[in-house]
């Protein structure tokens, strides 16, 4: 049941934009941390890989109002909690996300250290690894090194084709949301062309 209103509250997100379900989901995370703490049992460690995406998507919203700081120890927590269950995929999300925060700050060496550490998170997906790609190739791209930026870009445009389907934490990892960030890595370095047609 939490797991459904977490993918509910995700898919309104994407609807009504970050500013409409940035409260009540606080909220609901500072509730269901309370019951992880009082959990046991057999079901305990599903809880926690739970929490630990709700922090994510918390940190996520304060992303997107900018609200830095309070990210940012989201993002924390939710590598924590991740780790302890051996959740790669969350614990990578939250490294990323991180990356993704430095990018908007106009901190692109910061962003390609993020994405360094998401990229070697044991357990991730391939779908997390390709979205890694992409941002450490956009933060090369901020730097100006072409180079660098293209040698991201070539192993994320391979990995794309083969990620597969992106597990529910990431739901939005899907082939045409990764070829809009191959365009946008591609216009960052300057390949108008290829940019136009992935675009």
Known sequence: SLAQVLSGQRHLEDALGPQAVIIPVTFQLNTIIELLR????PHRAELARLVAEWTNFAGWLHTAVRKDSDALALFANAEDLADDV?????????????GYLARLQGRPRSAIRASAAALAAPGSHPTQH???????AQAFA?????????????????????????????YWYTEPFFRL?????????????????SL
């Open 130 to 136: 390709t979205y890694d790609l992409l941002q450490t």
């Open 86 to 98: 051996d959740e790669g995929t969350t614990a990578a999300t939250a490294a990323s996300f991180r």
């Open 181 to 197: 960030n191959i365009g946008l890595a591609q216009l960052g370095i300057g390949q108008y062309r290829d940019a136009m047609e």
């Open 142 to 170: 901020d730097l100006g090194d072409t180079e660098e930026a293209k040698r991201f870009l070539d192993k994320a445009s391979d990995l794309a084709a083969t990620a597969g389907e992106p597990p529910r934490s990431v």
């Open 38 to 41: 009082d959990a046991s049992g």
